[in-house]
């Protein structure tokens, strides 16, 4: 199946400062990826999909200041969370849909933030 | 009203032995996919098994098939000869409609663990 990664797959950061995630599709293109959020045991949340080349759509209750997406190409999105604080402090998921096929959505590794 | 259901927060089944996992949704779009996926301790979202809302068998891949009952609205994921490496979480999801630009949403996921 295709491949998506994510960097960095964990980060340990001090409260106040903002961290960037990239998440990039290794060997298709993705006209679409997803950012997901999932706290211990608990199942992925939505945060906002992302389009290439336009804003991303944001989930109800998701601060789009908080957390900032980029979807620059067909192959890589950022999301930056920004000023982050404890309570962002969480396991963050990319996904991403291969152009050709509407069935298939391929995730990442993950992301581990830690905010102290 | 909950779009997934996942009633089993936990199973427990011996190796060797099949095992069901049970799914409901909810949805009044007639065109729709549902997935599983596998959770493992890593974190990663392993893609097993799709179901379209149209497709006339149940879907099957190897040691996985789907059950899938339209009528009830259930998509149970049957695992046949679990393996030790087959304890993980495990989630439910749909799509409803088409487009790339569809998200998933995902059930609150079953802890499978596989006993020796």
């Known amino acids: 199946g295709a491949v998506v990664s994510q960097h960095p797959s964990r980060v340990i950061c001090k409260s106040g400062t903002s961290v960037k995630i990239e998440c990039r599709s290794l060997?298709?293109?993705?006209?679409?990826m997803f950012w997901y959020r999932q706290f211990p045991k608990k199942s992925l949340m939505l945060m906002a999909t992302?389009?290439?080349?336009?804003?991303?759509?944001?989930e109800q209750g998701v601060e789009k200041d908080k957390f900032l997406i980029n979807h620059a190409s067909l192959t890589l999105s950022t999301l930056t969370v920004t000023s982050a604080h404890p309570e962002d402090s969480s396991f963050y998921i990319c996904?991403?849909?291969?152009?050709?096929?509407?069935?298939?959505?391929?995730f990442g590794p993950g992301t581990r933030l830690t905010v102290l | 009203a909950q779009k997934i259901t996942q009633t089993q927060p936990g199973m427990f089944v011996q190796e060797k032995e099949a095992v069901t996992l049970d799914c409901t949704y909810d949805?009044?779009?007639?065109?729709?996919?549902l997935f599983w996926y596998k959770q493992p301790s890593s974190g990663e979202m392993i893609f097993l098994i799709y179901?379209?809302?149209?497709?006339?068998q149940n879907a099957t891949e190897g040691r996985y098939s789907l059950n899938f009952q339209k009528a009830r609205k259930s998509a149970n994921l049957v695992i046949s000869a679990s393996q030790l490496g087959d304890s993980a979480m495990y989630f439910c999801?749909?799509?409803?409609?088409?487009?790339?630009?569809?998200?998933?949403?995902f059930g609150s996921g079953t802890q499978l663990t596989v006993l020796p």
């Open positions: 996904s991403a849909r291969e152009q050709r096929t509407f069935n298939e959505q391929f």
């Open positions: 060997d298709f293109q993705a006209t679409t």
């Open positions: 992302s389009n290439e080349g336009s804003k991303a759509t944001y």
């Open positions: 949805t009044s779009d007639p065109s729709y996919g």
């Open positions: 179901q379209g809302s149209y497709d006339q």
């Open positions: 999801a749909m799509r409803e409609g088409w487009g790339s630009a569809r998200q998933l949403t």
